[in-house]
């Protein structure tokens, strides 16, 4: 039963889409290719041109021709051997710099038709490709069909002319198949022309060219150009296609869905162009290719803002990217050159409703002289992207520096889970208006990309006075460059200045403050007490006119005392001087023992009273 839907499944497949994801056998087994039929006349020559892929070991590998016999094939030719009966007669070049080597036979013989192989490195490896070697009696010979050896994903180009006669016949090229040759593009075709087609006249009259892009494996086969009809008019050539896969070329995308309104990167093949030729991108409007924009500056006018390119010569493409895109940008966009005619590709764009990724204000005005910020603002599935600001103009868009802002600020487009890259301007100047862009990158490709359009009004403003938004609000005029520059200045010089003086004065009160505070901390024997000076202010001078004895603490006996008789001249000249808080606080001790002298005479009817200063285990 599983084996029976399974069967089922395989038949509904189409068979287009099986072909297109399996190459032919011939491509797997074997990338080498060359003519399937060869014709020569007897007694001539023939030549048999033979392609390889081109990788570092196939340019240096033993290239070889070969005449089968049965399932064995012996060599007939190599770089270093010639076959007994070939001598002088046959010759391999080897020519690695365009992928093939050449087999040239002359002198040719009745004897030498048959079925050889053109290969790479050693018999039956398999990189080989087998030829029919026909020899006629005589001319004409039929024409071999040109070859074309195509990379996979690549474009696919050919000249095809008849003559000036044939000019006002139809135009073709059909690919041969079992019913017939059917068609893929003719000069009569107005309707149903192929995306991925072109078909372009070309001089003298009566020539023209075909380019296909995006070629696939099931493009391989054998083609016909003509003029005229298919089996009718005997004006047609054939042409053999071989299509391979080369690992390093470019995997252009050939399909892209963008949402409306956001953008769109088309990436093309880089080559360096000549000087005389030009690099364009243009949009496909049945036969003929609008161009939107070129390398030499040329932007179509209403696609200015809208559309820039950029060179990408490490990865060899050429990103374009349109953005404020609508629905009516849908169609298919060609890259395009008009020398180096396989560095065309195309694409197919396709517009989708939705929200684009990229957000913030599409338009802002701001005054002539201030700052201005724009803001550009995006998800998290962009956080390990590369973003960027530039400044848009018709040759492509220069890089700005921008400022990652983290979550948005008050009053952004922005939901609160997206993040902003900040591009600052200011002052702002009449040639800053226009196009700037905002945008996502990885790994050097494009991604999406965001455009503002930034105006400039009113008249300038002195530069450096940058309105804040309040300033706008009121109307207040910014400061002039002078006065600001003075300002700052004279703040930079007293502020340093301002501190110093204040550490001075704050030092200077401390040591008064804890000058005087000693000075109020008085020694009595071995007691210490608190006496305010303001209670010997009044016997000061009682002090200086009585003979008494006045004690100094002295650091070696703390209870012990020297004793010193001063008279009143010292004491007045003691009063006048400059006194230490030591100082200080010794007349301090003086005057108390006066007062408390007169108070013990006042209290015990004139006898003298003496003050124990003894320690209290001396006193009895």
Known sequence: MTLLAFLLLLALVPAGSARGRHPPKAAISSPVFGPRQVYGVLGGSVTVKCFYPPTPVNRHDRKYWCRQRGSACFTVVSPDYVADGYQGRITLTDHPEAEHFLINISALEQGDAGTYQCGVGVNGRGLSFRVTLSVAEAPPVPEAPELFYVKLRSTWSVTCGFGKDTAELKRYLCKKEKEGCRNIINTYQDKDVPARVQLTHEDPPGSFRVTMTQMDWEDAGLYYCGAGEYGKDNTSKALDVFIYEDKNFPHLKTNITAKNGSSATFECLYEPLMNSSTRFWCKREGKRCDIIIDNTGYVKENYEGRVAMFENPKNKTVAIILNQLR??????????????????????????????????????????????????????KYYSFEKYWCRWNKTGCAMLPAQPQGLPEPGDACERSARTVVLSLGPLAREDEGWYWCGVKRHGVFGEAMAVWLSAEGEAVPPGGAYSDAEVRKGAAPESPDESHGSNTLALVLGPLAGLILIVVTAFAIVKYRQLKRSDLVSVGSYRTNISMSDFESVRDFSASNSVKESQETPMGGDEFITTTDTPESDATTTKAKRSSKEDADLAYSSFLVTSSSIAQGSSGGDSAVLDLSPPQDRV
């Open 327 to 380: 629905i009516e940008d849908e169609g298919n966009y060609w890259c395009m050159s008009n020398e180096l005619r396989d560095l065309q590709s195309s694409t197919e764009l396709t517009v989708v409703p939705g929200e684009p990724a990229l957000t913030g204000k599409k338009n802002v005005t701001a005054q002539v002289g201030s700052r201005v910020n724009l803001t550009c603002c995006y998800p998290c």
